[in-house]
Each structure stands twice: as structure tokens, then as C-alpha cells.
């Protein structure tokens, strides 16, 4: 099991160009959004959309709007996480749903809206939400590896334009990153990391 998950970080590079002629089998590309959609989140609160582009047509526009990168339309699908913004505010309906699975007696849901809206106060919302979808993004793309396909987290985009051809309004949702998946083209080229001592630290 670690060997193989070891294999598949390997694996996982930021492929810059994709086989045109290859697409995901459908329950692939479903097996890559489950591994999003089980991801792990601030109270609980799935701060996320998963927009999958496979049209043509969207993938020459999303790939305008970044910046001409050739991964947005070489690849098979194309996953934009949307970060939801609007839907995250204390009180709101979204989280009075969410928190209804938690909150099992009366006194711990009313100290968990107390804590939200007490913590809400001291965050930067939009960063938050975006931060979260990053590891939904980590997961899809190390399930992805797992299975033989490739990816590239696209963060290079011009954020007005990416919300246009996504129609977002950066309001309710923001375009947080996005992933397209496939197969490599090239071989992958080598891996450069920092050694292992310079990143960990034990204390
Ligand atoms: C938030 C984020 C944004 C990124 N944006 C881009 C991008 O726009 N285009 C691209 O080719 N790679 C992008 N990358 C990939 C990195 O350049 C790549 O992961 C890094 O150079 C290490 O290489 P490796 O992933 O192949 O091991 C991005 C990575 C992250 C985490």
C-alpha cells in the first residue's frame, strides 16, 4: 500500500500536454470527483463545485483565459473547482443544512453556530474557501495518478475571464483551480524536490 501510493506521487507530474485521442473512461473521471467530493472541510461545510469541461468549445475558451496553456485543451476533461463564497455565511441556509448533520443536540448546535460565527469574523472567507479546495484538487489528482492518468493544476489564469467562461460571479463562487486530466504525451520529466531534511523539521 505505501509502495503503491509512493508510486502513484511519482507518478503525478504537471503534464503539460495531453493525447487528444485519449479520454477517460466515464467511471474513471468518476472515481478522480469522488476523491474530491470525500475530501476533508473546515466544519464540515464542503466549500465546493466541480465543474467538469469537456466541450470543445469551453476548452479553447477556458484555455484563453489561461493564458493559451495547451493542457485545457489536450486534456480529456477539465475539473474547475468553483470556491463557494456567498453560501459560507453564519446563518445561512447552506450551513443550517450542513451543521443539521452534526449538531445532534440542541446545546451543540447552538454552540456550533456560536463558534462559526465567532471564527467567520476572524477569516478571510474567500481565501479560506479557496484554500480547502486546493486539497479537494491534492485528492483528485493523487486518485487520478493512482489509476494511470495524468493531471496539471492550472492556478496561471486570469480570474475575470476564467469566471466568465465558468459564469461565475465571484460572489457566490470564485474559481479556486483547475485541473485538467488525461494522458501524457511526453515522458515525465524529472522530479526536483527540496531533500527531505530541508522540509521536515522534528521538534
Ligand atoms: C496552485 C498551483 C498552481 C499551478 N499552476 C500551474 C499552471 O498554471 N501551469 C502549469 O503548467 N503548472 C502549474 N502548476 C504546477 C507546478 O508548476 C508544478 O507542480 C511544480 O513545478 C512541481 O512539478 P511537478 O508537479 O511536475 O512535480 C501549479 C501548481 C500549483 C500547486
Known amino acids: 500500500m505505501k509502495e503503491e501510493l509512493l508510486k502513484a506521487f511519482m507518478f503525478r507530474h504537471a503534464c503539460k500536454l495531453f493525447d487528444e485521442a485519449k479520454k477517460i473512461p466515464d467511471d474513471d473521471l468518476r472515481f478522480i470527483l469522488e476523491a474530491g467530493r470525500l475530501s476533508p472541510s473546515s466544519f464540515g461545510l464542503e466549500p465546493w463545485k466541480f465543474i467538469v469541461v469537456r466541450q470543445a468549445e469551453l476548452k479553447e475558451r477556458l484555455r484563453e483565459a489561461c493564458f493559451g496553456q495547451a493542457q485545457l485543451t489536450t486534456c480529456s476533461d477539465a475539473v474547475a473547482i468553483a470556491a463557494a463564497i456567498e453560501r459560507l455565511h453564519p ?19 447552538l454552540w456550533l453556530r456560536k463558534f462559526y460565527s465567532e471564527y467567520y469574523a476572524t477569516i478571510d472567507v474567500r481565501l479560506w474557501s479557496i484554500t480547502q479546495c486546493h486539497i479537494a484538487a491534492a485528492n483528485m489528482m493523487s486518485a487520478a495518478a493512482a489509476v494511470g492518468i495524468d493531471s496539471c493544476p492550472i492556478g496561471g489564469f486570469s480570474p475575470p475571464k476564467a469566471r466568465e467562461v465558468l459564469g461565475l460571479d465571484g460572489v457566490k463562487y470564485d474559481v479556486a483551480l483547475i485541473v485538467p486530466f488525461g494522458y501524457r504525451v511526453n515522458p515525465q520529466p524529472q522530479k526536483y524536490r527540496q531533500a527531505f531534511g530541508e522540509v521536515v523539521e522534528f521538534r
Open 91 to 109: 446563518g445561512s441556509e447552506y450551513v443550517e443544512e450542513r451543521f443539521a448533520h452534526y449538531a445532534e443536540h440542541q446545546d451543540v448546535l
